[in-house]
């Protein structure tokens, strides 16, 4: 065999560069199941069945296209370690060469690196053409650049790409709109209709891969009975298709709304197709702005669904390749603590975390304000350790690949990068989530309350950050008013304060 083709499971494009440079009736194609995978993290179920079933499908999809390919399923998961099956299948094959297109997880490059290594068979890999910046692009954008910003790489991408532009300037006359966005639902009446994303009940071939997973990892996390991903590239279009006809006209302006039994507002639902490579990110980025240039939704719309893509997923994986391995150990504010144990069950009293949460289990899926002002907000008033965090956010959302996941939780959510890539630690109150949900209603806390039994922990752990951090807080701009804030409370308050919060810091289990 002249070269052999790896397809690892988040490659599942048969645009993909590796391909195109094949020749069928030469080359050869290997995919590789491997549940050491899904136990490396403790993967919630629908998250090994999405990439399993997407895999088994697309393995149709290169058959039928007339490739020669040597499909790996998952048997025996004791010995399914993904190193010894690419081991083995180097031996069958003896190919010249190894070929693959860049992991999107450091640890996978490594592995596959050293088993060629052993087996003396030459490894190429190849630039990931699925995203529109390319890792040598992004080294040299950030090149002499001590803190990197999304919004200025996002600008560049708007050029290069000639996205929502009139000539040399953006459409509309910002490059933002977010102001115009972000409102919560209306108070009286809630989120009201929201039309339904597209749904794939499970075929055959799923379902099949479901009865698996219950069989080989039945004390994992999260269920199967709400599994309607899609899975083929003809469902990640029609998705697409979906979202943009019917959800797109309100995605800006509910972008950080947060409502009780409403886990998925108005988002695109879109990450999982996305990250497989089901979807091409030009292709969803030209559908959304197509639908502004038609006048079928507004540009605070369009610009604030575009931005998500083009600039923040190119962004994070940028930072990803160009901070790792540092950005696994990082841990700005050297917080140690161990995830509470109802992280993994939802069993809290407070409403926010019990809903995002119960929703993270049935799914696999909140969207990203729960994840960032919800359960990473509470992450790092709490003071829990990144490592454990990130390891919790890989495990448990059905999209999550580590090059995505890591920058966004310790970069974003815990700040455990510092201001390497955000400008500040993303810190709120209760009141925050008061205002941008109806959670707090009917909640055993108060959001208004900043010690005593009944403070909202949100509350109390936000006072005592800002109270324990108020020097290096004060020294930033974005952060100056909340330095300024804590100065205002008396000493008494401030006493309060610290004593509830060591008190809730001591027995976050029992919260
Ligand atoms: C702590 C934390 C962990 C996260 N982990 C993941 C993860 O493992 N995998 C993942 O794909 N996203 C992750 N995100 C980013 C974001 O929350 C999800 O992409 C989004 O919620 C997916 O839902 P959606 O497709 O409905 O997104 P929408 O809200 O509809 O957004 C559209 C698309 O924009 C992209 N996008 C939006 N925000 C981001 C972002 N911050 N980084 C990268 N891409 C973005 C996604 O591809 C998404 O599909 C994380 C965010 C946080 C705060
Ligand atoms: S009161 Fe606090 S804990 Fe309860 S829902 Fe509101 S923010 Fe969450």
């Known amino acids: 065999m002249r070269q052999l083709i790896l397809i690892l499971g988040d490659q599942l494009s048969l645009a993909s560069p590796a391909l195109l440079e094949a020749d069928p009736a030469k080359d050869g194609v290997l995919m590789i199941e491997a549940a050491g995978e899904a136990k490396a993290v403790w993967s919630h179920k629908a998250r090994i069945a999405l990439f399993l079933s997407a895999m088994r499908h697309f393995a149709h999809s290169m058959t039928e296209a007339g490739w020669s390919l040597d499909y790996v399923a998952m048997d025996d998961p004791a010995a399914a370690d993904f190193g010894i099956r690419l081991r083995e299948a180097l031996q069958r094959h003896s190919p010249k060469i190894l070929k693959v297109i860049e992991p999107g997880e450091l640890r996978m490059l490594q592995m596959i690196e050293q088993v060629c290594e052993q087996a003396k068979v030459q490894l190429q890999v190849l630039d990931d053409t699925h995203f529109l910046c390319s890792r040598h692009e992004f080294a040299s954008w950030a090149k002499g650049k001590k803190e990197l910003r999304m919004e200025y790489f996002y600008r560049v991408m708007r050029k290069k790409y000639a ?30 209709l929201i039309p339904a994303p597209a749904a794939f009940a499970p ?16 004390d994992h996390p999260g269920s199967l009975a709400n599994f309607v991903w899609a899975v083929t590239r003809e469902q990640a279009l029609q998705a697409l298709q979906v979202f943009i006809d019917t959800r797109l006209l309100h995605f800006g302006t509910y972008q950080d709304a947060m409502w009780t039994d409403t886990p998925l507002g108005w988002h695109s639902l879109l990450s ?7 979807l091409n990110p030009r292709e969803v980025i030209a559908a ?5 240039r038609q006048g079928q939704v507004s540009l605070e719309s369009a610009e604030g669904f575009i931005r998500q893509i083009l600039g923040w997923r190119e962004f994070i994986r940028g ?3 160009l901070d790792m391995p540092g950005m696994k150990e990082a841990n700005h504010y050297g917080h140690q603590r161990d995830l509470p144990a109802w992280f993994w069950t939802g069993d809290t009293r407070m409403a926010c975390m019990r809903d995002s949460l119960k929703q993270t289990l049935e799914l696999g899926y909140a969207h990203h304000i729960q994840r960032l002002m919800v359960t990473g907000n509470f992450a790092l008033l709490a003071e829990l350790s990144p490592q454990q965090v990130s390891d919790w956010y890989l495990a448990i959302y059905v999209d999550a690949i580590e090059w995505v996941e890591l920058p966004n939780t310790a970069g974003m959510a815990l700040h455990a990068c510092g201001p390497r890539f955000t400008s ?14 109806n959670y707090c209603t009917g909640c055993t806390y108060d959001p208004a309350k900043r010690s005593g039994e009944a403070a909202c922990p949100f509350t109390t752990l936000y006072w005592h950050f800002i109270d324990k951090h108020e020097q290096s807080l004060k020294i930033n701009p974005r952060t100056a008013l909340m330095a300024k804030n804590v ?9 309060a304060i610290r004593t509830h919060a060591a008190n809730l810091l001591e027995n976050l289990d029992g919260l």
């Open 163 to 192: 996205v929502l532009m009139e000539g040399e300037e953006p459409a509309g006359g910002s490059w933002n709109f977010d102001a115009d966005n972000r409102s919560p639902y209306p108070k009286r009446t809630g989120p009201g």
């Open 203 to 218: 075929d055959a071939l799923t379902l099949e891969v479901m009865a698996l997973v219950e069989r080989h990892f039945p």
């Open 272 to 278: 999982t197709a996305l990250n497989l490579h089901l």
């Open 288 to 292: 959304a702005e197509q639908a502004y």
């Open 319 to 321: 930072v990803y390749w």
């Open 424 to 437: 500040k630690p993303y810190v709120a109150s209760g009141a925050y989530i008061k205002r941008q949900s």
């Open 487 to 495: 100065q205002k409370l008396s000493e008494d308050e401030r006493v």
